[in-house]
Structure formats: structure tokens, C-alpha cells
């Protein structure tokens, strides 16, 4: 391994750095002093440029391998998912163009090409020592963005909730990954799993899964670690809320995926009613269940709609959990494409929110009213994107749900043991459209007492319906996402395709 | 003669104080504190791991930990230090702005 092979297999990670240098840089210098708006248009227009240019190499440039056995994996799967993670950047990034909450313009894109980067590097480690560096470097950036508007006490307080709720999470991963480490005295995911297959049953392995599964849980907002996020959602400046429900997302359950068939592959047991065994598959089911039950029950009262997100992103990750659940290949691509196509949905649903809250001054439902005559493209992105996560076909919400169900139904076929958990779910996405219908009701039929129309910049407008031909586009013909997603899978290390 | 299990026992100790003061105390910095305890509980159980074991790899770890930890401290620091510009408190009930 020469450090030329190492540069070919990381070009994508080091333009987003060179981005990143390049984006302070430029506002340090020769932009310093000038409208923050020019320094904003920059800005974004650098991170955009950075964004596409990697997603141009990865796909000119297709590239595999596994640097030192494993520790940093390249393969169509993790290309795959990184094009979407650097998408979803590059349209928050333009989102952000919409705000004015900061004069520290470098800072704030630099900050989201940071946690892009950790992004990256954790769909690409299979190695705890490289899974916790790229999650911290993801965290600790995503602390920083979410209490970026200093001003404010709510992102403020926002930041430092999200930091104290994800210092304790870090440190009871890290705990788990110690016992991991000293049972098996390996620290590569793969050599982890075949260790534990020698050894008996240890009950210091169940601690140290249940370890990582906090540390995880909180990542991924499930219940009972899902503290931090309505207030983050709610009191940080709403491009980092939108990068945090979308970009990290798809990261850490990519992660959680990867850690839970590679290195827990022996250690799944069973999540069947009847038959319950010791394992991460009952504990994640758990998980999946309360997540579904506290996040559609508590968004029904929700008055603030970013804090409604915060509670359907919570019941989403239940959702999503199902594929993993699966544990099988097809769970894997039922999984990936449901967070794909969450990001996107819930990225058009924050951009609405980001133009509203700026025009209005407030993320209440009331400021919703009268939407749809006040900027009809808006209230048509929120109607495409909240219908789209309520599941109503032909949306991609309604096919990621479809696929999640029929792929934890195969993988349960012959006890059928799982079917509570499904069953739950369905019976929980009915109520769930009632609070996406009371937000779509604000906007098409109450009416706003001044209902001048919002101006918005061409460059959101732009974005927003993409997102939103996006989410019609997968929901139309989901198999243009899912065909390509397999065929990745399969060519991805054959010890993932089960 | 003190053997891994000692070492296992310490770490845990360590690491339910961690716990412990992150759930109980009520100032910012010492629930700060807290949370560092709990990392260097999970490094002493690394290190022992390592020595055990016979691997360096635990110990390679360690010092990435280590340096995280650091960064962890700079963004941490300045968080309180952001909500103290704002509140003139570093106590942990006073964050309550966001409670509906």
C-alpha cells in the first residue's frame, strides 16, 4: 500500500478537504469586509463546485479496494451511498443561502463540509478504531452547526444538549467497543465476528452490544435515546437541523447496518414473539417498536412544525430499524433506499420551513396559513414532501415503507414472529397522517390575516422542487434507485450478501 | 497479584461514576467532568485489554481516544462558554428555554 494507491481511493474525501480550505480561505481573505451576501453566495457556490466535483470523480473514476484489510473500505456500495450523502450537502448547502443568522459565513459551510467528511469516512470504516474517529469528527462538527446562530439562547442551549446527550452516547459506544476489543482481541468488524463464533456465549458480550447499540440508538434518534432531538431540531438554525435529519442520518444507519451483519453477525438472536432470543435483533425490535409508538403518538401534539419533524424522524428511525431488523441482503437495500429518500423528503420539508420561519419569524403551524397563496411552489413541495413521509403512494415514502415490509416479512417467513412489529407499523403510519394533514391544512385552507407573497431566491426555488421531482421520481419508479443499489450490494464484499 | 479482572472492575467503577455524575450533578462543567471520566474509563479498560491480550491495538486506540477527547474539550468548553455569554449561569436547570 503506497500512499498514490491511498490518495486514488480517498480523491473524493480530499476534494471535499480541498473544498473545505478553499471555502475559508476565500472568506478570510479577499471576501473579508464584503455583503455578507456575496460572502454567502461564495461560499455555497464553493461547497456546491466541491460537492459535484466528488460526485463527478466517483463516478468517472470507479475505484475499489481495502486499505490495511479493511480498516477504510472502497466499493460500489459505500460509492453509492457517499454520492447521495454529498447530494444531500450540496442542496442543504444552497438551502442555506436562504438564512442571514450568522456573519460567519467560512465557518459555518467549512463546518458543513467537515461533517460531510466524517460522513464519508463512516460509511467507509470497518475498523472501530476509524468508526469512532469519523463519527466524532461528524458530532463534534454537528455540535458546532447546531449552536451556530451564538446569539440565540435556543441554538445556544440546542448545541449544548446535542453535545452533552452525544458526549455520553460517544462514551458509552466507546465502552462497548473496549469490550468488543477484549473479547475478541481484534479490532477489525469482520475478525470481531469471527472471534465471537469460537468463543461461547459471554454475558459481557450482551453488555457490550447493548453499549453499542446506545451509542448508535442516539445517533439514529431511536427511543429511549431520542432526548436530544426535538430540542435540536427546534432551537438550531434550520439548514444544520435539515443536514442532521438527512446527511447524518443515512451515515449511522449505514454504520449501524455495517456493525450490526459484519461485526455482530453471530450474535443476531431473535426478535419473534414466541420465541425471543438473546441477540441484537429482539433489542433493536424493542427499539423499533417504542420509536414508532413515542415518535407518531408525541408529533400528534406538536404545535412547532420543526419540532414535529424532530418526532417524525424519531418514528422514521423506527421505521428504517425495520430493515436492519431484516438482517438480510434485502433489508440492507429496503433500509438504504427508505433513508435515501427520507433525506431527501425531509430536506424539501426544512427548506419550506426555513422559508417560512424567515418570513414569518416563527415555525408555528399558524405560520403556515395560507401558504399555498402566499408562494404556491413552496406549499407544492410541502405538500409532495409531507405526504411523501406519511407513506401515500405513488411517493417514495409509500415504496421505501413497502419494500421495509415485505423485506422483514421474507426474512421472518417461515415463524412470521416479526409480524408485530409490522403490524405496529402500519397501524401507526395511519395516525401519522393526521399531523402531516394538520400542517397541509394550514397551508391550503386556513386562511393568513396579511397574506402578502413570500419572496423566495431563485436558487431555493431551484432546489426545492428538484427534491421534490426527486421524491415523485423514486416513488414513480423506485427501481431506479433500488436496481442500482443491488446490483452495488452485490458487487460490494461478498460477506454482505446473505 | 492483580490480574485483568481487577483492572475490568476499576474501569467499571470508574465508568458508573462517570454515569452517575452525568445524571446527578447539576453543574455544566462537572457533568463536563463526568463525561470525561467516562472516556478514560473506557481507555484504562482498552489498555488492560491490550496488555492482556498481547496486541498493541488497544493501545493505538487509546491515543486516538486521547486526542478526540481534546477536540472534544475545545468544542465543549466554547458551548458553555456561548450559553454563559447568553444566561450568565452554568447550571444544568437553566436550560429550559426549549421545554414545552
Not at chain 1, 414508532?292 to 424532530?310: D, E, H, M, P, W
Given at each position: 500500500m503506497n500512499y498514490g494507491e491511498l490518495l486514488k481511493l480517498l480523491a473524493p474525501e480530499s476534494i471535499l478537504a480541498l473544498t473545505l480550505l478553499l471555502v475559508l480561505g476565500a472568506d478570510a481573505t479577499f471576501?473579508?469586509?464584503?455583503?455578507p451576501g456575496l460572502r454567502r453566495a461564495v461560499a455555497a457556490s464553493l461547497t456546491v463546485a466541491g460537492c459535484m466535483g466528488a460526485i463527478y470523480w466517483i463516478f468517472f473514476f470507479p475505484i475499489h479496494g481495502h486499505l490495511f484489510s479493511g480498516v477504510l473500505v472502497v466499493d460500489p456500495l459505500t460509492q453509492v451511498t457517499k454520492q447521495v450523502l454529498l447530494l444531500l450537502t450540496a442542496a442543504t448547502a444552497l438551502l442555506?443561502?436562504?438564512?442571514?443568522?450568522?456573519?460567519h459565513v467560512g465557518e459555518y459551510f467549512g463546518l458543513q463540509l467537515l461533517a460531510t467528511l466524517g460522513f464519508l469516512f463512516m460509511v467507509s470504516s470497518e475498523d472501530i478504531l476509524t468508526i469512532f474517529v469519523a463519527l466524532e469528527l461528524a458530532s463534534l462538527s454537528l455540535y458546532m452547526l447546531a449552536s451556530f446562530?451564538?446569539?440565540?439562547l435556543a441554538s445556544a442551549e440546542a448545541g449544548l444538549k446535542y453535545f452533552l446527550y452525544g458526549g455520553l452516547a460517544s462514551a458509552f459506544l466507546l465502552f462497548g467497543f473496549s469490550l468488543l476489543y477484549g473479547l475478541t482481541?481484534?479490532?477489525l468488524l469482520a475478525k470481531i465476528a469471527a472471534k465471537i463464533t469460537t468463543?461461547?456465549?459471554?454475558?459481557l458480550l450482551v453488555v457490550a452490544i447493548s453499549m453499542v447499540l446506545t451509542g448508535l440508538g442516539f445517533k439514529i434518534a431511536a427511543v429511549p435515546f431520542q432526548l436530544w432531538a426535538p430540542d435540536v431540531y427546534e432551537g438550531a438554525p434550520t439548514p444544520s437541523a435539515a443536514l442532521i435529519a438527512s446527511g447524518s442520518k443515512l451515515a449511522s444507519f449505514f454504520l449501524l447496518e455495517k456493525m450490526m451483519t459484519i461485526g455482530l453477525s453471530s450474535a443476531v438472536g431473535s426478535g419473534a414473539f414466541h420465541a425471543l432470543a438473546a441477540g441484537w435483533v429482539p433489542m433493536l425490535a424493542m427499539l423499533a417498536g417504542l420509536s414508532l409508538i413515542v415518535g407518531n403518538l408525541t408529533a400528534?401534539?406538536?404545535?412547532?412544525v420543526k419540532r414535529l419533524l424532530a418526532y417524525s424522524a424519531i418514528a422514521h428511525a423506527g421505521y428504517a430499524l425495520l430493515g436492519v431488523i431484516a438482517n438480510s441482503s434485502q433489508g440492507f437495500v429496503a433500509l438504504l433506499f427508505y433513508v435515501m429518500t427520507y433525506g431527501f423528503t425531509v430536506l424539501g420539508a426544512f427548506g419550506v420551513v426555513a422559508v417560512v420561519e424567515r418570513q414569518t419569524g416563527s415555525d408555528r403551524l399558524?405560520?403556515?396559513?395560507g401558504l399555498s397563496r402566499r408562494s404556491p411552489v413552496l406549499a407544492g413541495v410541502l405538500f409532495v414532501c409531507l405526504l411523501s413521509l406519511a407513506g401515500?403512494?405513488?411517493?417514495?415514502g409509500f415504496f421505501g415503507k413497502f419494500y421495509l415490509f415485505a423485506a422483514i416479512l421474507r426474512a421472518g417467513?417461515?415463524?412470521?414472529?416479526?409480524?408485530w412489529l409490522v403490524i405496529l407499523a402500519i397501524a401507526l403510519s395511519a395516525v401519522s397522517l393526521f399531523y402531516y394533514l394538520q400542517v397541509l391544512k394550514q397551508a391550503f385552507v386556513r386562511e393568513a390575516p396579511l397574506e402578502l407573497p413570500f419572496s423566495v431566491k431563485p436558487s431555493t426555488q431551484l432546489v426545492l422542487i428538484l427534491l421534490a421531482l426527486c421524491v415523485i421520481l423514486f416513488g414513480c419508479a423506485p427501481d431506479l434507485l433500488v436496481s442500482k443499489l443491488l446490483l452495488a450490494l452485490k458487487a460490494a464484499a461478498p460477506g454482505l450478501v446473505f | 497479584m492483580i490480574g485483568l479482572s481487577h483492572y475490568l472492575a476499576l474501569s467499571a467503577i470508574l465508568f458508573s461514576l462517570g454515569l452517575l455524575g452525568v445524571l446527578v450533578r447539576r453543574s455544566l462543567l462537572v457533568v463536563y467532568m463526568s463525561l470525561e471520566l467516562m472516556l478514560n474509563a473506557a481507555n484504562l479498560a482498552l489498555v488492560a485489554f491490550s496488555r492482556f491480550n498481547q496486541n498493541l491495538d488497544g493501545q493505538v486506540v487509546v491515543f486516538f481516544i486521547i486526542t478526540v477527547a481534546a477536540a472534544e474539550v475545545a468544542v465543549g468548553l466554547a458551548l458553555i462558554v456561548a450559553l454563559f455569554r447568553l444566561r450568565q449561569t452554568t447550571h444544568i436547570e437553566d436550560l429550559n428555554t426549549l421545554n414545552h
Amino acid at each position: 500500500m503506497n500512499y498514490g494507491e491511498l490518495l486514488k481511493l480517498l480523491a473524493p474525501e480530499s476534494i471535499l478537504a480541498l473544498t473545505l480550505l478553499l471555502v475559508l480561505g476565500a472568506d478570510a481573505t479577499f471576501l473579508s469586509g464584503r455583503a455578507p451576501g456575496l460572502r454567502r453566495a461564495v461560499a455555497a457556490s464553493l461547497t456546491v463546485a466541491g460537492c459535484m466535483g466528488a460526485i463527478y470523480w466517483i463516478f468517472f473514476f470507479p475505484i475499489h479496494g481495502h486499505l490495511f484489510s479493511g480498516v477504510l473500505v472502497v466499493d460500489p456500495l459505500t460509492q453509492v451511498t457517499k454520492q447521495v450523502l454529498l447530494l444531500l450537502t450540496a442542496a442543504t448547502a444552497l438551502l442555506t443561502l436562504e438564512t442571514a443568522f450568522t456573519p460567519h459565513v467560512g465557518e459555518y459551510f467549512g463546518l458543513q463540509l467537515l461533517a460531510t467528511l466524517g460522513f464519508l469516512f463512516m460509511v467507509s470504516s470497518e475498523d472501530i478504531l476509524t468508526i469512532f474517529v469519523a463519527l466524532e469528527l461528524a458530532s463534534l462538527s454537528l455540535y458546532m452547526l447546531a449552536s451556530f446562530a451564538k446569539g440565540n439562547l435556543a441554538s445556544a442551549e440546542a448545541g449544548l444538549k446535542y453535545f452533552l446527550y452525544g458526549g455520553l452516547a460517544s462514551a458509552f459506544l466507546l465502552f462497548g467497543f473496549s469490550l468488543l476489543y477484549g473479547l475478541t482481541g481484534e479490532t477489525l468488524l469482520a475478525k470481531i465476528a469471527a472471534k465471537i463464533t469460537t468463543t461461547p456465549r459471554d454475558p459481557l458480550l450482551v453488555v457490550a452490544i447493548s453499549m453499542v447499540l446506545t451509542g448508535l440508538g442516539f445517533k439514529i434518534a431511536a427511543v429511549p435515546f431520542q432526548l436530544w432531538a426535538p430540542d435540536v431540531y427546534e432551537g438550531a438554525p434550520t439548514p444544520s437541523a435539515a443536514l442532521i435529519a438527512s446527511g447524518s442520518k443515512l451515515a449511522s444507519f449505514f454504520l449501524l447496518e455495517k456493525m450490526m451483519t459484519i461485526g455482530l453477525s453471530s450474535a443476531v438472536g431473535s426478535g419473534a414473539f414466541h420465541a425471543l432470543a438473546a441477540g441484537w435483533v429482539p433489542m433493536l425490535a424493542m427499539l423499533a417498536g417504542l420509536s414508532l409508538i413515542v415518535g407518531n403518538l408525541t408529533a400528534l401534539a406538536q404545535t412547532s412544525v420543526k419540532r414535529l419533524l424532530a418526532y417524525s424522524a424519531i418514528a422514521h428511525a423506527g421505521y428504517a430499524l425495520l430493515g436492519v431488523i431484516a438482517n438480510s441482503s434485502q433489508g440492507f437495500v429496503a433500509l438504504l433506499f427508505y433513508v435515501m429518500t427520507y433525506g431527501f423528503t425531509v430536506l424539501g420539508a426544512f427548506g419550506v420551513v426555513a422559508v417560512v420561519e424567515r418570513q414569518t419569524g416563527s415555525d408555528r403551524l399558524e405560520a403556515f396559513a395560507g401558504l399555498s397563496r402566499r408562494s404556491p411552489v413552496l406549499a407544492g413541495v410541502l405538500f409532495v414532501c409531507l405526504l411523501s413521509l406519511a407513506g401515500i403512494p405513488p411517493l417514495a415514502g409509500f415504496f421505501g415503507k413497502f419494500y421495509l415490509f415485505a423485506a422483514i416479512l421474507r426474512a421472518g417467513a417461515p415463524s412470521l414472529g416479526i409480524l408485530w412489529l409490522v403490524i405496529l407499523a402500519i397501524a401507526l403510519s395511519a395516525v401519522s397522517l393526521f399531523y402531516y394533514l394538520q400542517v397541509l391544512k394550514q397551508a391550503f385552507v386556513r386562511e393568513a390575516p396579511l397574506e402578502l407573497p413570500f419572496s423566495v431566491k431563485p436558487s431555493t426555488q431551484l432546489v426545492l422542487i428538484l427534491l421534490a421531482l426527486c421524491v415523485i421520481l423514486f416513488g414513480c419508479a423506485p427501481d431506479l434507485l433500488v436496481s442500482k443499489l443491488l446490483l452495488a450490494l452485490k458487487a460490494a464484499a461478498p460477506g454482505l450478501v446473505f | 497479584m492483580i490480574g485483568l479482572s481487577h483492572y475490568l472492575a476499576l474501569s467499571a467503577i470508574l465508568f458508573s461514576l462517570g454515569l452517575l455524575g452525568v445524571l446527578v450533578r447539576r453543574s455544566l462543567l462537572v457533568v463536563y467532568m463526568s463525561l470525561e471520566l467516562m472516556l478514560n474509563a473506557a481507555n484504562l479498560a482498552l489498555v488492560a485489554f491490550s496488555r492482556f491480550n498481547q496486541n498493541l491495538d488497544g493501545q493505538v486506540v487509546v491515543f486516538f481516544i486521547i486526542t478526540v477527547a481534546a477536540a472534544e474539550v475545545a468544542v465543549g468548553l466554547a458551548l458553555i462558554v456561548a450559553l454563559f455569554r447568553l444566561r450568565q449561569t452554568t447550571h444544568i436547570e437553566d436550560l429550559n428555554t426549549l421545554n414545552h
